[in-house]
Nanobody, 122 residues
Framework: QVQLVESGGGLVQAGGSLRLSCVASIRMFSSYVMGWFRQAPGKDREFVGSINWSGGSTDYADSVKGRFAISRDNAKNTVYLQMNNLIPQDTAIYYC???????????????WGQGTQVTVSS
């Protein structure tokens, strides 16, 4: 059974930075594409970004390109989301997701974390 645990959320002023972490209890972590999604109040969950098994390929939503960066440490079963130049529209619950695949495309996650709240004040 795959378990994902996020941490690192919090309250930050606009223009600030946060780094989220997600530790995965996956036996073959390097066989999974890992990703981040977010859900703002009253809105659907949306894709933020993903990273392939090796970390050599990433994909981002247009809204975060140039501001957010995903990385992973396969030795620690951990994926990170570095968020810079945050804006109030980034306020949401951020979820870590996993999908067994060797591409960077995340179209059908099979596991989700419980989410961590990110609030950006103006």
């Amino acid at each position: 059974q795959v378990q994902l645990v996020e941490s690192g959320g919090g309250l930050v002023q606009a223009g600030g930075s946060l780094r989220l972490s997600c530790v995965a209890s996956i036996r073959m972590f390097s066989s999974y594409v890992m990703g981040w999604f977010r859900q703002a109040p009253g809105k659907d969950r949306e894709f933020v970004g993903s990273i392939n098994w090796s970390g050599g390929s990433t994909d981002y939503a247009d809204s975060v390109k140039g501001r957010f960066a995903i990385s992973r440490d396969n030795a620690k079963n951990t994926v990170y989301l570095q968020m810079n130049n945050l804006i109030p529209q980034d306020t949401a619950i951020y979820y870590c997701a996993a999908q067994r695949a060797l591409t960077v495309i995340m179209d059908a996650p099979s596991a989700w974390g419980q989410g961590t709240q990110v609030t950006v004040s103006s």
